[in-house]
């Protein structure tokens, strides 16, 4: 970007094993089926799209979806962690709500269901693992 002078509308970071049971939406405007919900989004640059569901206090950081500026936040999260919490909270994904949420006030809006700490698979967002110890629902 900075080489070219430009910017991208959107910039999406993920985890290199998650596989989407329903097809990411591209397009400015969806609908999307949750788990617990039907839900119509239309994705704004203002936000930061996150792996649901939402829980008190922590982030799902299976993916991030955003404008370019906000990603380099999301970024730079690297060089800030113990400011951030490391070593007062329990594990990252509180680490990452203080920094993002608290820190940052960056508006953080859920896609796809990821159920926390459940051992059968059957959110939208899926790990793919060579020998998985989790049930799947088909």
């Known amino acids: 970007e ?13 985890r290199f094993d998650l596989a989407f049971m329903n097809p990411f939406p591209y397009d400015k405007k969806f609908k999307w089926y949750g788990k617990e919900f039907t839900h119509e989004v239309e994705i704004k640059k203002d936000k930061v799209y996150a792996a649901g569901n ?49 820190m940052k006030n960056l508006p953080i809006e859920y ?18 693992r060579t020998n998985p110890n989790v049930k799947l629902k088909k």
């Open 111 to 128: 896609l796809y269901t990821r159920p926390w700490g459940d051992p059968v698979w059957n959110g939208d967002i899926r790990l793919l």
């Open 2 to 14: 900075k080489a070219n002078n430009f910017e991208y509308d959107y910039v999406f970071l993920s």
């Open 54 to 102: 939402k829980r008190s206090g922590a982030i799902n950081d299976f993916y991030y979806l955003t404008d370019s500026k906000k990603m380099n936040i999301i970024g730079d999260l690297y060089n800030h962690m113990e400011e951030a919490g490391l070593g007062r909270y329990i594990n990252i994904h509180n680490v990452e709500y203080n920094y993002l949420v608290n």
